[in-house]
């Protein structure tokens, strides 16, 4: 809500700044969770992206199942083995939990970059419409009305960092 607040104080900054100038500024809003939604591409992403988290699931659960199998047969032996052999398959039982909890750990990993790899495409092509549609239709600032951040801006703007930094004393 912050953001909104401070996207539009912005805005009425830029309009009351154009007044002094002549470039005349226009300012455009989308909302990119609505636009992300309706675009065809990411159902099939998200298709792809289940059907692997699925055969991720899958490998989880027969790992986990083997090791439960393991646990239970020692278990109900346990009482007959010698201190060795116990030893023995205690250590393949914690070797065992701890190559389940690596795999969950890198399929984890594994499947945000597959999101990241199905997804940031279909980005991309929303990026480069909202820019061409800007450019377009002479939209100075596109704002994203889903979560606050500024979506287009032409490369000429001016970055007021520098002067903000010299206000408050920031090297």
């Given amino acids: 809500m912050k953001n909104i607040g ?3 104080l912005i805005a009425l900054l830029f309009i009351n700044l154009s007044g002094f100038s002549q470039a005349k500024t226009k300012f455009g809003h ?3 969770n609505d ?7 990411k159902e099939a992403a998200q298709k792809t992206l289940q ?3 699925k055969q991720l699931e899958d490998q989880l659960v027969a790992m986990q199942d083997e090791l439960e199998k393991k646990y239970t047969a ?5 009482a007959t083995l010698t201190d060795m052999i116990k ?3 205690e250590e393949e039982l914690t070797t065992m939990q701890q190559r389940i909890q690596t795999f969950q750990t890198n399929a984890q990993q594994e499947l945000q970059k597959k999101e990241s790899e199905l997804l940031q495409p279909i980005i ?3 990026k480069k419409a909202i820019e061409e549609v800007s450019k377009d239709n002479g939209y100075t600032y596109v704002f ?3 979560t606050g951040t500024l979506l287009y801006w032409p490369k000429d703007a001016d970055d007021i960092l520098p002067l903000v930094k010299t206000k408050l004393g920031i090297k």
């Fill in 35 to 41: 636009l992300f939604a309706l675009m065809p591409e």
């Fill in 6 to 8: 401070f996207a539009i």
């Fill in 51 to 53: 059907t692997y988290s």
């Fill in 87 to 89: 030893k023995t398959k």
């Fill in 74 to 78: 020692y278990q109900a032996e346990q």
């Fill in 144 to 146: 994203d009305t889903g």
């Fill in 124 to 126: 991309e092509k929303a």
């Fill in 30 to 32: 989308l909302n990119s």
